[in-house]
């Protein structure tokens, strides 16, 4: 079952984290990519969640032609358990809906699955790590439009890091970020012990 529940490794979040996500005003880890859960002493809900100016279409297609990724975009927000509702299937990848819509000013987030699967499939995020900078990443959106976004950066994190720069920017540009786990399967914890980061700017 190596990757089967990769994306299930995320800690609890407090109120105040989660707004981070959707005001930028406050750090968090790149734990809650896969899973968010809310505090026991703090719970959240959606409604308490303020949406940001938004000005472009809603994503529907991710094109990566380095990795030959042509994929429909879900949308992932919070389950009435608090969890990131990501389907469990490898070929699933979701923008996060609490925080910016890709093209839009701010940083924008695509989380997708890492691994092999029991059923043999490779994930669609796989092969992240084979981007380069000035690679070129594609958002389809519902309004027709296609927009660019041009990759910067590589990072890998520790899941408990500080993933502040992932999800808020102060530059008044639009950023997109793709996420996915990465590093070796470990079959006691179940999960994978990093997570990589594709920083790109839109053109």
């Known amino acids: 079952m190596r990757g ?18 959707i005001l930028a005003v406050s750090a968090l ?22 949406a940001p100016v938004v000005k472009t279409g809603l994503p529907v297609r991710l094109k990566i032609p380095r990795i030959n990724v042509d994929a429909a975009i879900e949308s992932a927000g919070l389950t009435s358990a608090g969890a990131m509702d990501i389907r469990k299937v490898p070929d699933a990848i979701a923008w996060f809906d609490l925080g910016t819509r890709p093209g839009d000013i701010g940083s924008a987030v695509i989380a997708g699955h890492y691994g092999y699967w029991k059923t043999g499939q490779i994930a669609l995020f796989y092969n992240l790590d084979k981007l380069r900078k000035g690679d070129p990443i594609y958002v389809e959106n519902d309004k027709g439009e296609t927009i660019t976004f041009i990759v910067h950066e590589i990072k890998t994190y520790k ?33 994978y012990p990093t997570r990589l980061v594709v920083f790109s700017d839109k053109q």
């Open 4 to 21: 089967l529940y990769a994306l299930n490794s995320m800690e609890i979040l407090s109120k105040k984290t989660l707004a981070v996500i």
């Open 29 to 50: 880890t790149l734990e809650f990519i896969f899973c968010i859960a809310p505090s026991s002493a703090e719970s959240v809900s959606i409604k308490d969640a303020v």
């Open 159 to 191: 899941p408990d890091a500080d993933a502040t720069p992932v999800f808020s920017s102060t530059d008044g540009k639009a950023h997109l970020n793709l996420v996915t786990c990465s590093g070796p399967w470990d079959a006691v914890s179940r999960s």
